[in-house]
C-alpha cells in the first residue's frame, strides 16, 4: 500500500468552478499534514498547512480526519493560475528532524 | 522573502563522475534536506541534517552519497559515482522548526 495515495487525475475544469481533491495515508504515526503546489519543472510550494479544525485560506479549504486517515483540499472559484500539480505531504518524525512523503500528486487544469 | 537557493541549475555529467550539488539554506534554519525527483515521479526524501550530522536518511541514499555543510552557509550533496538512473531533480530544503519546509528550485542532474 502507498504511504500516501491521492485521486489519480488529471482533473480539467472550468474557470470558476470548484474542484475538489483527496488524499489517504498509511501511517497513523504521522504528525503533520500538508498541501504543496508544482508547477512543471519547478520546486514544491506550500500550498497550506492541514489541521483537524479545518482551516481556509481565500479560495482554498483543507481538511483533516485522522480517524480516516484522510486528508482534503477544496478549491472554490477556480483561476487559470491554480493550474498545476496537488502534492498531499505527510511528516514523520525521524531523528530529530521530520521527513516529508510526498502522493504521487493530482494535475489540476483549468481551462478559460 | 529569505529563500533557498540552489546552484548550478542544470548539472550534466558523465556517467562514473562526481558531482555535488550545492544549496544554500535559509539563513536562520537549523533543519536541511535533500530530496529528489526523477521526471514523471513523486518526491522522495534522501536525507536530513541538523546539528551538523545526518538525522535520518532514506534507501536512496546509500554509500555513493554524502552531505556536508562545509561552511555556515552551504549545503551540499555530492554524489561519488553517477549512474545513469541518479538522473533527477535534486531539491534542497530547509526548516526552522523541523516541520514546514521551503524548498529550493532544485537542480536538474543529467548523467549521460
Known amino acids: 500500500r502507498k504511504e500516501v495515495e491521492q485521486d489519480p487525475g488529471p482533473f480539467n475544469v472550468p474557470e470558476g468552478a470548484t474542484v475538489a481533491f483527496n488524499c489517504t495515508y498509511s501511517n497513523s504515526a504521522s504528525q503533520s499534514f500538508f498541501w504543496y503546489r508544482q508547477d512543471c519543472r519547478k520546486e514544491p510550494k506550500l500550498l497550506m498547512s492541514v489541521y483537524s479544525s479545518g482551516n481556509e485560506d481565500g479560495r482554498f479549504t483543507a481538511q483533516l480526519n485522522r480517524a480516516s486517515q484522510y486528508i482534503s483540499l477544496l478549491i472554490r472559484d477556480s483561476k487559470l493560475s491554480d493550474s498545476a500539480t496537488y502534492l498531499c505531504?505527510?511528516?514523520?518524525?525521524?531523528?530529530?528532524?521530520?521527513?516529508?512523503?510526498f502522493g504521487s500528486g493530482t494535475q489540476l487544469t483549468v481551462l478559460p | 522573502e529569505p529563500e533557498v537557493t540552489q546552484t548550478p541549475s542544470h548539472q550534466v555529467t558523465q556517467m562514473g563522475q562526481e558531482v555535488i550539488l550545492r544549496c544554500v539554506p535559509i539563513s536562520n534554519h537549523l533543519y536541511f534536506y535533500w530530496y529528489r525527483q526523477i521526471l514523471g515521479q513523486k518526491v522522495e526524501f534522501l536525507v536530513s541534517f541538523y546539528n551538523n550530522e545526518i538525522s535520518e536518511k532514506s534507501e536512496i541514499f546509500d554509500d555513493q552519497f554524502s552531505v556536508e555543510r562545509p561552511d555556515g552557509s552551504n549545503f551540499t550533496l555530492k554524489i561519488r559515482s553517477t549512474k545513469l538512473e541518479d538522473s533527477a531533480m535534486y531539491f534542497c530544503?530547509?526548516?526552522?522548526?523541523?516541520?514546514?519546509?521551503?524548498f529550493g528550485p532544485g537542480t536538474r542532474l543529467t548523467v549521460l
Open positions: 530544503a530547509s526548516s526552522d522548526s523541523g516541520d514546514t519546509q521551503y
Open positions: 505531504v505527510v511528516t514523520s518524525l525521524s531523528g530529530s528532524a521530520r521527513q516529508l512523503t
